[in-house]
């Protein structure tokens, strides 16, 4: 890498950092190129990116970031799994860890606040925007279904009463 990528690949690292609502860490115990390629895909599902950084490089594009703190996690093998939502990243990488005992979850950070492995976790567990914005819109709809069940209920009442009037005439 000539000077002028490696100021492009820091432009690009910090540009993330500056975009992502967390960022988990992780350690690389020898994946293969195939188990790299299903994270990757993994993590792209899960509306999150995952990137192999150097350190070094790493270390200067979290430079004036919410992530700075980082930087002392960033030894030997690592990459970064980044997400604008601040489940999605956690959840994939702890997920894709669970199967793979390659793949080793060092920690990560939620805007300023770093995150030990437990904390990066306990993130995962928890649900999605996608699923908070799901539960949210069923716990509002619920309440005027019912309205409109309760307001239709008379008029159906009422429907019924004159249909079994009109049998018995005709009858």
């Known amino acids: 890498m000539d000077r002028s990528q490696k100021a492009d690949a820091v432009a690009g690292l910090n540009a993330t950092f500056q975009e992502s609502g967390v960022v988990v860490v992780t350690r690389n115990l020898g994946l293969t190129v195939a188990q790299s390629t299903e994270l990757r895909g993994k993590m792209r599902e899960a509306g999150a990116s995952y990137k192999v950084a150097k350190n070094r490089l790493a270390n200067l594009a979290l430079k004036d970031t919410d992530y700075e703190g980082l930087s ?20 994939a990488a702890v997920e894709f860890a669970k199967t793979n005992d390659k793949l080793e979850i060092v920690g990560g950070s939620m805007g300023g606040q770093m995150l030990d492995v437990d904390s990066v976790k306990a993130l995962a567990s ?11 819109v069923g716990l509002v709809n619920a309440p005027a279904t019912k309205i409109a069940q309760v307001v239709n209920a008379p008029a159906n009442k009422l429907a019924r009463v004159f249909g ?3 049998a018995k005439e005709a009858a």
Do not use: W
């Open 164 to 166: 079994a009037y009109g």
């Open 72 to 91: 002392e996690l960033l030894t030997g093998p690592t990459a970064l799994a980044t997400s604008s939502d601040p489940v999605a990243a956690a959840k």
């Open 126 to 136: 928890m649900p999605s925007l996608d699923e908070l914005r799901g539960t949210i």
